[in-house]
């Protein structure tokens, strides 16, 4: 009886510190000047980046999205929640959902079970290229103690932009031949950046203009404004389209702290590397000379840069307020040495008291990770099948056991380990595919990402993989061929850390283990927009009689449009 009554006790505190945050939002296409040059970009209630959401651990968020672009369905994806028993908000378009038609509302209703760095972004076509993000911050329960100790903190959103429209980019990347969108224009710091003009100028070898900022002004650079000798908590989330990321503070040390929403070991760097789809906190502490103010640099990593580094300024408050550091930005380390991102990635792991790994597994994928042609168009594939999210959403098909909606063969779990990763694919075809790999329920599932040599000449590129629905523990990377039997006794099972996110380096490989004990049907995929646009990706199903109630308008759309018109039928 006395348990009884603890328990009693502990969900009604629960209930009384836990809050429904509830808001309304449009989202609809707005001339901007992100990079100082005008664009269409997607807004949130006239916002851009759109608002940050503020919760804490246990609350509720309630989102009523309603669509007013003109011609375009719309999700959002609640990027780093886990969705844990309202899987149809996870808010991406064919997986969990159908897109939201132009002027319908839809609303998200879900709890943000643990604190940390999140944000959101669309999951339909490539809108989140076109501006649709936004970050979401959720902040320890109230009661409870944050591990960390800092006196202020700011969250940088970063991202790249182009100046051409993504049904451009889309239609360019679905052409026979393909044609590639190229290199961004511009890096963005919280929505803001500059084309063809420098706030470094002086310091550029290169004939780059001063930039001329006027009151105003939406791509004047959003300057941080600190105290000496204090330490802040910087939130860093990458929603980059395609670029891999390095941010450096001119003369200050950081401590990074969380990765994906999850504590980790602290340890010091001098930079750090982030890739899309990740978040970081990292610690800065304010102890440098006072009266002087200091570059914040981010650069591109792991492709060959062609768009200029995004700046703004470290502003001691104690020093004239826009007077321009005196020294050069921070330089971004050379874009192609992968041993330095390799380097940087193995020494994440997991804060004390993160719960460990199972030893063992049940399931394995290994994930051949390649890029190919269907009847001449390139595509990437896994395991030479090139995902196709079919018109009806995978959770209404699975739920109602509805036929014909998806492939219910499963796509292949391995690939001939005779398959030269070095070299271009001696096959160059691949196939279509809309099979997932379906799991039972709380069973532990290793997932191998390997990488291999693009379609033509030499290169293997960085590919982040993003997971919905769970956090999963990185086990290790390493070089080459995966070797069963051998390589997993380099695994580290002591303190992996807990991510959403995890790089695939190239010509290498990437371990991951998770436990299926949150029923539904979750995307992984490339975080990389054309990446996924051309077929990297595959759908895990889990649980699925355990899968709860689905709200009727998440799924009004091809075959389950039809079941639940039937089933509501007097």
């Not at 060959?304 to 502003?315: E, G, I, R, S």
């Not at 000449?457 to 956090?471: A, T």
């Not at 079941?563 to 039928?569: H, Y």
Request: hydrophobic share 35%.
């Amino acid at each position: 009886m006395g348990m009884w009554w603890i328990a009693v006790v502990a969900i009604l505190a629960h209930t009384a510190s836990a809050a429904v945050r509830e808001y309304n939002w449009e989202v609809e296409y707005k001339f901007r000047w992100p990079d100082c040059v005008e664009g269409m970009v997607m807004t949130v209630n006239d916002q851009f980046p759109g608002p940050t959401i503020n919760a804490v651990a246990g609350d509720t968020i309630v989102v009523h999205l309603t669509n007013k672009l003109a011609t375009e369905g719309l999700v959002i994806h609640w990027h780093g929640i886990r969705q844990l028993g309202s899987p149809w908000a996870d808010g991406a378009a064919g997986v969990t959902q159908c897109a939201i038609n132009p002027s319908e509302t839809f609303t998200y209703n879900f709890t943000v079970d643990k604190p940390g760095t999140h944000f959101y972004h669309g999951h339909y076509g490539m809108q989140r290229s076109a501006g649709l993000y936004g970050s979401l911050i959720v902040d320890v329960a109230e009661g409870k103690r944050e591990p960390l100790r800092y006196d202020g903190e700011f969250t940088l959103l970063l991202s790249d932009w182009w100046h051409e429209s993504i049904l451009s980019q889309e239609l360019g990347l679905s052409s026979k031949p393909m044609r590639w969108i190229g290199e961004a224009q511009s890096i963005l710091i919280n929505g803001r950046g500059q084309f063809n003009c420098s706030i470094a100028s002086q310091f550029s070898n290169e004939s780059v203009p001063s930039c001329k900022f006027k009151d105003g002004d939406q791509c004047a650079p959003q300057r941080l404004h600190v105290e000496p000798n204090k330490t802040y908590r910087i939130r860093l989330a990458s929603t980059t389209a395609l670029a891999s990321l390095n941010l450096a503070v001119q003369g200050h040390k950081l401590v990074v702290v969380e990765a994906d929403g999850n504590y980790i070991t602290p340890f010091v760097t001098d930079d750090i590397d982030i890739y899309s789809g990740e978040s970081y906190s990292v610690l800065l502490t304010t102890d440098q000379d006072p009266s002087q103010n200091y570059w914040i640099s981010v650069g591109v990593r792991g492709r060959k840069p062609k768009t200029p580094p995004a700046l703004t300024v470290l502003h001691y408050v104690t020093a004239p307020s826009f007077q321009s550091p005196s020294s050069p930005p921070p330089v971004t380390p050379q874009w192609n040495d992968f041993e330095r991102s390799k380097n940087f990635s193995k020494r994440i792991f997991a804060a004390m008291g993160t719960p460990a790994p199972p030893r063992k597994f049940n399931k394995r994928l290994i994930l051949l990770n390649t890029q190919n042609l269907i009847d001449g168009f390139t595509k990437w594939a896994l395991n030479n099948v090139s995902l196709a999210v079919p018109g009806t959403p995978y959770l209404g098909s699975v739920k109602y056991n509805l036929k014909g909606g998806f492939n219910r063969k499963s796509p292949p779990k391995s690939f001939s380990m005779d398959y030269d990763i070095m070299n271009p694919p001696r096959y160059r075809n691949t196939t279509k595919g809309s099979g997932i790999y379906t799991f039972p329920f709380n069973v532990t599932v290793d997932v191998i990402l390997q990488n291999a040599n693009v379609l033509d000449g030499n290169g293997s590129e960085i590919h982040p993989w993003h997971l919905h629905g769970h956090d999963f523990w990185v086990l290790g990377y390493g070089d080459g061929k995966f070797k069963r039997g051998t390589d997993e006794k380099t695994y580290n099972l002591k303190n992996p850390p807990l991510r959403n996110t995890v790089s695939l380096f190239p010509y290498g490989w990437t371990a991951l283990r998770f436990v299926t004990d949150n029923p539904g049907v979750w995307f992984f995929h490339c975080h990389i927009e054309p990446h996924l646009h051309m077929g990297m990706g595959v759908v895990f199903a889990e649980g699925l009689n355990r899968i709860g109630k689905i709200p009727d308008e998440a799924l009004g759309c091809g075959l389950t449009k039809k079941f639940l018109n039937d089933r509501n039928k007097p």
